[in-house]
């Protein structure tokens, strides 16, 4: 069954800079170039069905012509009681990424699927983190003041990931452009 989830893909000037700050954390599991995303909502395991229903439900999002444009800005972590489990980068634009994300959400809720409770925080993964990784503090004193010119986002795109030994793999599925 495909594991699904809504996002944007950052340009390669966001995806190279956020990339130069991916080392000085032992043990993290840093992201590639093709792991890069901004997640805007994750469905999870559907069977074939259900995804093509997703697929479907996600074209009739009417995303204003606005460029949306997405730009770095700061980073930090995120953690599980007390210990840190992923490093990020956040992005600009959240207000009307957190409008897309709500946009999102509508439309699935319209197939079914229920509304995501979690708090919604627009960001890039950098690194994955576990018991054994290094000390974050110092990466983080480094790179709070990551930023970078804001660059358009074309399109919304819906994602399947598959997990594998050397973490998750992502492939586009089906792209949603910005209205012209």
């Known amino acids: ?27 993290a599991r840093w992201q590639e170039d093709a792991q890069l ?19 479907d439900v996600l074209a009739t999002i009417r995303a204003p012509a606005l460029a949306l444009a997405l730009a770095l800005s700061g980073v930090g972590l995120f953690d599980r009681r007390g210990r840190p489990t992923a490093l990020w980068a956040g992005v600009t634009a959240r207000e009307a990424v957190t409008a897309l994300h709500r946009k999102v959400d509508a439309v699935l809720m319209r197939i079914g699927i229920a509304p995501d409770h979690r708090a919604f925080l627009p960001h890039m993964t950098l690194a994955r983190l576990n018991a054994g990784s290094g000390p974050v503090d110092r ?42």
């Not at 909502?41 to 997703?54: K, T, W």
Request: net charge positive; charged share 20%.
């Open 1 to 27: 069954m495909p594991r699904l989830f809504v996002g944007l893909r950052p340009p390669r000037p966001l995806r190279a800079i956020a990339s130069a700050t991916m080392a000085g954390v032992a043990g």
């Open 37 to 55: 995303h901004v997640t805007l909502r994750f469905i999870g395991e559907v069977d074939g069905a259900r995804a093509a229903d997703i697929a």
């Open 139 to 180: 990466w983080i004193a480094d790179h709070a003041a990551l930023a970078s010119a804001e660059v358009a986002i074309d399109d919304v795109r819906l994602f399947e990931s598959r997990l594998g030994k050397g973490g998750a793999s992502y492939t586009t599925v089906a792209r949603y452009p910005f209205a012209p």
